[in-house]
């Protein structure tokens, strides 16, 4: 039995960043990680791979061999993939057996929220090839400054949740970079816990004139309850290691018993284990709240805030 991490997201999301630095954090750690590249246009890895599906497809030769565009092309390579399942098997066999793996897929969404290639490769791999497997959806941060590009990542999200059908752990990536974006129209954990997306384009004064979609849209991803999110940032050892635990948690690794767990995430030793909550405070703290753009306090009080003070007014009167 073996565990690993499918890795997915949008163009720039930080797939292979990810990958790159989660796989030395795990080999630090003593458990033998490996990467396994399953993007067949990515030629400029920041890691060494243990298998590249370049090996057996690229796509630049299937856009000049069959005249197609790179999401045609795309598609094309992970179908070929799907039907040549058996070299990949092998290959894990003969370079990732009792290895940590982490598949880092290719950017392109419509792969993974409806077409049927990955879930049926990633049914393979769990299912007939002993893996056990959570999926880790990296959302860029950046999103969070646009409630219109918020909201579509959110939808993207819950489309990857239930077409994949795995464990699902999604990351805000960048985490560190969203302070020098502009000031979030609400708290950080609005953004993670997503409680009500619905709140979010009146929040934000989106366009009236997609008000309606907006909402409908927040509405839908409400419905389901299912999106949650988590701030990474690659650059920050706490951030990585409560991910990694996430993660864990979602695969099982952290129940194997097997060498190379995370120890618990403090900021001093001995210290308390840090929660979700803690984690949002030390992200906000760290990347957040700067003397050039303070979030303070009176900015995020809440309307019943404002009705409790103004009970607490008449009180003393």
């Known amino acids: 039995m073996g565990f690993g991490q499918i890795v997915i997201g949008a163009p720039g999301s930080g797939k292979s960043t990810y990958c790159n630095g989660i796989h030395q954090f795990l080999n630090s750690l003593g458990r033998e990680t490996v990467v396994v590249n399953l ?5 400029k890895l920041p890691y060494s791979c243990a298998v590249d599906v370049m090996e057996l497809i690229s796509l630049e030769a299937v856009m000049d061999e069959h005249k197609l565009g790179p999401n045609g092309g795309l598609i094309y390579c992970m179908e070929y993939l799907e039907q040549n399942a058996d070299w990949l098997r092998e290959k894990l066999q003969e370079k990732c057996q ?11 969404i419509e792969l993974f929220t409806h077409h049927h290639s990955m879930r049926q490769l990633c049914e393979k791999i769990q299912d007939e090839w002993d893996y056990r497997l959570c999926c880790v959806h990296l959302v860029d941060s950046h999103q969070c400054t646009d409630a219109y590009k918020f909201i579509a990542a959110t939808l993207v999200t ?3 949740m239930t077409m994949l059908e795995l464990p ?3 990351f805000l990536s960048k985490i560190d970079l969203v302070g020098s974006m502009g000031r979030l129209d609400l708290n950080l954990d609005f953004y993670t816990r997503i409680p009500c997306l619905a709140r979010l384009p009146a929040a934000a004064a ?3 004139s997609r008000e309606k979609l907006n909402e409908a849209l927040a509405e839908l991803v409400d419905s389901y309850s299912l999106v949650h999110m988590l701030p990474l940032s690659v650059q920050d050892k706490e951030t990585v290691a409560f991910a990694t635990k996430m993660a864990d ?3 099982g690794f952290i129940f194997s018993g097997l060498p190379g767990q995370v120890p618990p995430v403090t900021l001093e030793a001995g210290g308390r284990e ?3 909550t803690d984690m949002l405070d030390l992200v906000e703290e760290r990347y ?10 009176e900015y995020y009080r809440s309307d019943d805030d404002d009705d409790d003070d103004d009970d607490g007014d008449d009180d003393d009167g």
């Open 249 to 251: 948690k979602s695969n």
């Open 206 to 208: 989106a366009d009236p």
């Open 158 to 160: 819950l489309s990857t």
């Open 168 to 170: 699902h752990v999604n």
């Open 39 to 43: 993007d067949p246009g990515n030629d």
């Open 274 to 276: 840090l929660d979700e």
């Open 98 to 108: 009792g290895k940590y793996v982490l598949f880092d897929c290719p950017g392109q």
């Open 288 to 297: 957040l709240n700067h003397p050039d753009d303070p979030y303070s306090d």
